[in-house]
């Protein structure tokens, strides 16, 4: 088990209106930054304060406005990434005002190539990893969950023609003793290279709930999860690792009475701000766990945080990265997010490597560890022997067996037979692919 508090990271929206003389940043000396607001009480820009002019706040790393994508991804998703190869789970959740930069930072931009956030880019790591490591079968499957007013939705269905977000099969919650939450109505696709899992990512996003606001242009009105399910066997083990990684784009939080929104716009601030606050919820009571003994943690509030449950203070390697703006007028709002992300800082985690028996590989294994043992029995005893040629079946088994043992990477893989005209005739087929330079076991006899 490997006890872990959240990272956090803060990213600064770029901006022409940046109020610079409001906020600065700084390096500390153990390697983390702090960004420092001031808010003097004589402006009368509607930012009320009465009890203090600075507030510093602590991040594991700030990106400034001229951070590219690659480096944000490199920073942030290539630890959890390598964490989640080794078995541990990983999430990386992005957090903010709405038009902060959250869905541009995971998911990234449609207009450059380098705009790629941070979900494709570890797609393409994650396969990426695959060719390098030759020795271990990877296999991956992907989800993608949206939450909207409360109710879950699998972005991923295929299989209706999708014009309204009604239209797309409802996911709900089910709890189990042993496996915790269960998501009904959630496909897992296979995904067996890049392409078909970024073809994936694209007909989820193309699904997704989104809506112009005085906030932004195209404000993505719902929180939505992609997952990654990564299965590992190394060739010659009997063992195999199960992960995921949470890749979630947080719904923006914002202050209705600033954005003037209302019917169904209003609709969905109401349930995202209310999302947002049984999140904080949540934090809060992992940190009086941590320092006042709570035994209760309210997850299963609302949908999100229900889902969310081994991210916040359960069995995972958890990133969150906070984006605010930095215009006067939002301020309050950046306050706000840095605020929360202190708290989120306050959270630990234990980690435990996913790591299991697997059973049809354990069968496996001790059906060829019997068949060794009696071949060594009968060539002991001498019922070897036996009188006439193989047939051609007999042949082709000697092929099939030779082949496999050939093919296979472990060290520990043996070829065992009782029969001494078999081990002869494999003698013989071994001969010939010397002699021929083959990689195969070809024919003889």
Do not use: W
Request: some cysteine; hydrophobic content about 35%; overall charge negative.
């Amino acid at each position: 088990m490997v006890k872990q508090g959240i990272e956090i990271y803060l990213r600064i929206k770029p901006s022409k209106r940046l109020a610079g003389e409001a906020f600065k940043t700084e390096e500390l000396d153990d390697g983390g930054q702090k960004i420092g607001f001031f808010i003097a009480h004589d402006q009368k820009d509607g930012l009320v304060n009465n009890k203090k002019e600075l507030y510093n706040f602590k991040f594991d790393h700030i990106f400034d406005v001229d951070t590219r994508q690659d480096e944000v991804f490199e920073r942030i998703a290539r630890p959890v990434i390598n964490s989640t190869l080794g078995g541990y789970n990983g999430t990386i959740f992005a957090y903010g005002q709405t038009g902060s930069g959250k869905t541009f930072t995971i998911t990234g931009g449609p207009d450059k190539y380098s705009d790629r956030g941070i979900i494709p880019r570890t797609i393409s790591a994650m396969f990426g990893e695959y060719a390098r490591m030759s020795d271990t079968v990877f296999t991956t499957h992907v989800s993608y969950l949206e939450i909207y007013n409360e109710n879950g939705y699998d972005l991923l269905d295929s299989q209706r023609d999708v014009t309204k977000l009604e239209d797309l099969p409802k996911v709900s919650l089910h709890e189990d003793g042993q496996q915790g939450v269960q998501l009904r109505g959630l496909s897992l696709n296979p995904a067996a290279s890049e392409e078909e899992a970024l073809n994936l990512l694209f007909l989820g996003d193309t699904n997704r709930m989104v809506a112009e606001t005085p906030m932004n242009q195209a404000s993505t009105r719902s929180h939505c999860i992609f997952s990654l399910y990564i299965t590992a066997r190394t060739a010659g083990s009997n063992m195999v690792r199960r992960a995921k990684l949470h890749l979630v784009d947080l719904a923006g939080s914002e202050r209705v009475s600033k954005t003037g929104t209302d019917g169904t716009l209003l609709k969905e601030a109401k349930y995202i701000n209310l999302s947002l606050h049984y999140l904080e919820q949540v934090i809060i009571a992992l940190q009086e766990k941590a320092t006042k003994g709570r035994s209760h943690i309210p997850y299963r509030n609302s949908m999100m945080t229900a889902v969310l449950k081994d991210s916040l203070g359960g069995n995972c390697m958890t990133t969150m990265i906070a984006t605010m703006s930095g215009e006067r007028p939002n301020l309050d709002e950046s306050i706000s997010t840095c605020r929360f992300a202190q708290r989120v800082a306050c959270i630990s985690n234990d980690a435990i490597l996913n790591e299991e028996t697997d059973p049809t590989l354990l069968i496996a294994k001790l059906r060829r560890d019997v068949e060794a043992l009696k071949a060594e029995l009968a060539l002991a005893s001498g019922q070897e022997i036996n009188d006439g040629e193989l047939t051609d079946e007999e042949k082709e088994q000697c092929r099939q067996r030779l082949d496999a043992y050939l093919h296979d990477k472990s060290p520990e893989a043996t070829l065992v037979m009782a029969d001494m005209r078999k081990i002869q005739f494999c003698y013989a087929l071994l001969k010939g692919m010397v002699q021929q330079g083959s990689g195969g076991s070809g024919s003889s006899g």
